[in-house]
């Protein structure tokens, strides 16, 4: 709530600073779309370990984990430009990641061979929120170039879903987690636009943005049924967690514990995970105003 009301009231000293501006007419609305990225690191990680280590225990194995890495995004902004170079844009936005990607196989330890088959749905929405200070300048007539940077905020979930299957005891399983959290960040970029008719330009845009997701607690949901019966468990109160698991070779896996994390045979260095949601992002669209 702090750093909500944070970036609010800077927001707002930002808009009086400015109201002379608003009265020449300095006022533009830009509206974007078009692809983002994201970095990933634990989750990315921890699905690279997954397939390695159902490869290295499988018989046979097709298909694959995907990674958290890109997405589509939506975002708007409000810029009041103090005079012909300053100006401070307010706006918000959309991102979103998300895929559906599987393995299947084979195996035969324990006796006797089995088939199996494993889903993975991971999913990030954030919805950032931003100022961004503004510095433009005009090459040519129809042409102009601006550079901005500012902090971020930016309100995430995280979802995930795995479903799995065994002819081994009959198993069929489905687990999910889903959690929300906060966070801050910085983002710079650069702006190029093309004016088609007074008051309407085309504008293309690059951008980096820099945050990061750690101590991820979230609702965690697990059905298992096998030949014996059906067992569900939930909790409000798990964490997304990272470890190495020991099995010949050196798994990296993530995973869904309570707050003492992991524990067993072959589990070693666990922590808290952590999803860079930082990377650069290209958009496209119209400005209107100035």
Same mark, same amino acid.
């Given at each position: 709530?702090?750093?909500?009301?944070?970036?609010?009231?800077?927001?707002?000293?930002?808009?009086?600073?400015?109201?002379?501006?608003?009265?020449?007419?300095?006022?533009?609305?830009?509206?974007?779309?078009?692809?983002?990225?994201?970095?990933?690191?634990?989750?990315?990680?921890?699905?690279?370990?997954?397939?390695?280590?159902?490869?290295?225990?499988?018989?046979?194995?097709?298909?694959?984990?995907?990674?958290?890495?890109?997405?589509?995004?939506?975002?708007?902004?409000?810029?009041?430009?103090?005079? &012909?170079?300053?100006?401070?844009? !307010?706006? @918000?936005?959309? $991102?979103?990641? +998300?895929? #559906? =990607?599987?393995? *299947?196989? /084979?195996?035969?330890?324990?006796?006797?061979?089995?088939?199996?088959?494993?889903?993975?749905?991971?999913?990030?929405?954030?919805?950032?929120?931003?100022?961004?200070?503004?510095?433009?300048?005009?090459?040519?007539?129809?042409?102009?170039?601006?550079?901005?940077?500012?902090?971020?905020?930016?309100?995430?979930?995280?979802?995930?879903?795995?479903?799995?299957?065994?002819?081994?005891?009959?198993?069929?399983?489905?687990?999910?987690?889903?959690?929300?959290?906060?966070?801050?960040?910085?983002?710079?970029?650069?702006?190029?636009?093309?004016?088609?008719?007074?008051?309407?330009?085309?504008?293309?845009?690059?951008?980096?943005? &820099?945050?990061?997701?750690?101590? !991820?607690? @979230?609702?965690? $949901?697990?059905? +298992?049924? #096998? =030949?014996?019966? *059906?067992? /569900?468990?939930?909790?409000?109160?798990?964490?997304?967690?990272?470890?190495?698991?020991?099995?010949?070779?050196?798994?990296?896996?993530?995973?869904?514990?309570?707050?003492?994390?992991?524990?067993?045979?072959?589990?070693?260095?666990?922590?808290?995970?952590?999803?860079?949601?930082?990377?650069?992002?290209?958009?496209?669209?119209?400005?209107?105003?100035?």
């Amino acid at each position: 709530m702090k750093k909500i009301i944070g970036i609010a009231s800077a927001a707002a000293l930002l808009l009086m600073a400015g109201l002379p501006a608003f009265s020449q007419q300095q006022v533009a609305f830009k509206l974007l779309g078009g692809l983002g990225w994201m970095q990933g690191d634990d989750y990315n990680t921890g699905v690279l370990g997954a397939f390695r280590l159902a490869k290295d225990t499988s018989d046979s194995l097709t298909g694959g984990y995907g990674q958290l890495s890109r997405g589509w995004s939506l975002q708007a902004e409000i810029v009041n430009y103090w005079g &012909s170079h300053l100006g401070v844009g !307010i706006g @918000g936005g959309f $991102f979103r990641v +998300s895929g #559906t =990607s599987g393995v *299947t196989g /084979t195996a035969s330890l324990p006796d006797p061979t089995f088939q199996f088959s494993s889903v993975y749905t991971p999913k990030i929405s954030a919805i950032p929120f931003f100022i961004n200070l503004h510095y433009r300048f005009q090459p040519a007539a129809r042409l102009g170039v601006e550079v901005f940077a500012g902090p971020v905020f930016q309100v995430v979930q995280f979802g995930f879903r795995r479903e799995a299957t065994s002819s081994l005891n009959s198993l069929s399983e489905i687990e999910t987690f889903n959690a929300s959290d906060t966070a801050l960040g910085f983002q710079g970029g650069v702006t190029c636009s093309v004016r088609i008719v007074r008051g309407v330009t085309f504008i293309a845009e690059g951008f980096y943005r &820099s945050s990061k997701l750690s101590n !991820i607690k @979230g609702n965690w $949901f697990l059905n +298992s049924t #096998t =030949s014996s019966g *059906t067992v /569900t468990t939930s909790s409000s109160a798990y964490y997304l967690w990272s470890y190495d698991f020991t099995s010949g070779a050196v798994y990296p896996l993530t995973g869904y514990f309570d707050a003492n994390g992991p524990t067993g045979p072959g589990v070693s260095n666990p922590r808290k995970a952590e999803i860079n949601l930082s990377g650069p992002a290209v958009m496209f669209g119209v400005k209107f105003g100035i």
